[in-house]
C-alpha cells in the first residue's frame, strides 16, 4: 500500500516561491506516475502538474505552466513541486497523488489516481 504525505505548505507573498514535498512510503514510486493537485474553497479539484513514470514526460496546464515545476528523486521516494511567481489565485490545498502506471505519459485526471495525501496548505496573500 503506497502511503504519501504532503510538506512544505505556508503563507507566502504574491510573487514568492515555496517547495512542496511529498514522501511516498510502502511502496516504491519507480513504477508510478504522480501528479500534484489543489483545491480552493468552493471549487474543483484541478490538476497542477504530473510526471510520468520514470519521469520521462510531465504536464502542466496552462494557469501554472512556466511558474510550476514537479520531480522525482526516485532514490528518496519523494516528489516535488516548486512553485514560483505565486498569485493569490493559487491559494488551495494542495495534494499529492499516485497512480501505478506501465507509460510514458501522466494523467491530469484526477479519477486516475489512486493513493493520495492529506494535503498541505498553501496561502498567497500579502
Known amino acids: 500500500q503506497l502511503q504519501l504525505v504532503e510538506s512544505g505548505g505556508g503563507l507566502v507573498q504574491p510573487g514568492g516561491s515555496l517547495r512542496l514535498s511529498c514522501a511516498a512510503s510502502?511502496?516504491?514510486?519507480?513504477?508510478?506516475?504522480v501528479g500534484w493537485f489543489r483545491q480552493a474553497p468552493g471549487k474543483e479539484r484541478e490538476g497542477v502538474s504530473c510526471?510520468?513514470?520514470?519521469?520521462?514526460?510531465?504536464y502542466s496546464p496552462d494557469s501554472v505552466k512556466g511558474r510550476f515545476t514537479i520531480s522525482t528523486d526516485n532514490a528518496k521516494n519523494m516528489v516535488y513541486l516548486q512553485m514560483n511567481s505565486l498569485k493569490p489565485e493559487d491559494t488551495a490545498v494542495y495534494y499529492c497523488?499516485?497512480?501505478?502506471?506501465?507509460?510514458?505519459?501522466?494523467?491530469?485526471?484526477?479519477?486516475?489516481?489512486?493513493?493520495w495525501g492529506q494535503g498541505t496548505q498553501v496561502t498567497v496573500s500579502l
Open positions: 497523488a499516485a497512480y501505478r502506471s506501465t507509460y510514458s505519459y501522466c494523467s491530469g485526471q484526477g479519477s486516475k489516481y489512486d493513493y
Open positions: 510526471i510520468s513514470r520514470g519521469g520521462v514526460s510531465t
Open positions: 510502502g511502496l516504491t514510486l519507480d513504477y508510478y506516475a
